[in-house]
């Protein structure tokens, strides 16, 4: 298995091939790799990102069958079955690396801007609680001058709405936790620019 460091450098050589030329088609898949991947499975990263569908986790970093082990869901948000999706897949297959990925103009990020300013009664109980595990990073820089700003705005909360997760994921379970201390696990947070096909990992501790 990939340490996260190799696992980072592959992430970071594929996006470069999506900026530059776009997906590779041979990562795709042929019929004989799926069957070969069939009998198992190792992953050399876990990612937890958006369900927005400009945000395709494989193809932005140019990765086929079988590399990325992917949880999806509106905000990137980390709430119980997320972390038990990853502490799955870090002691299941020996996957050493975890990225947050938020991405830029971020739906559920604009969504719960937009509650905390204008509360709305009829928001359903599901909706609301993506938006209250978005809450608590975002609601601080509506007292900032940033709330005159809304691109700025948008795109701190982002930052820190990703920050928020992966610093969640490292404390917030014990697996994970004593898989950073003894066996080199690494989360760390990252974006995505709609507008550029760019990763940037900006969270790196
Ligand atoms: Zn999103």
Known sequence: MLSADEALERLRLGNRRFVSSGPTLERLGSH??????????????????CSDSRV?????????????????IAGNIVAPSQVGSIEFAAERFGTRLVVVLGHSRCGAICATLEELRRP??????NLRSIVDRVR????????????HNEEA?????????VRASASHLRRGS????????????RVIGAEYSL???????????
């Open 32 to 49: 004989r790799e799926r069957e070969h991947l069939a009998a198992g499975q190792h992953p050399f990263a876990i990612i937890l990102g």
């Open 56 to 72: 395709p986790v494989e193809l932005i970093f140019d990765q086929g069958f079988g590399d990325l082990f992917v949880i999806r």
């Open 120 to 125: 709305s009664q009829k928001q359903s109980r």
């Open 136 to 147: 608590p990073s975002v609601e601080g820089l509506l007292a900032t001058e940033l709330r």
């Open 153 to 161: 705005l948008v795109e701190t909360a982002v930052r820190a709405n």
């Open 174 to 185: 014990e697996v994970l936790e004593q898989l950073i201390q003894s066996d080199g696990l």
């Open 195 to 205: 507008e550029s096909g760019r990763v940037d990992f900006f969270d790196r501790t």
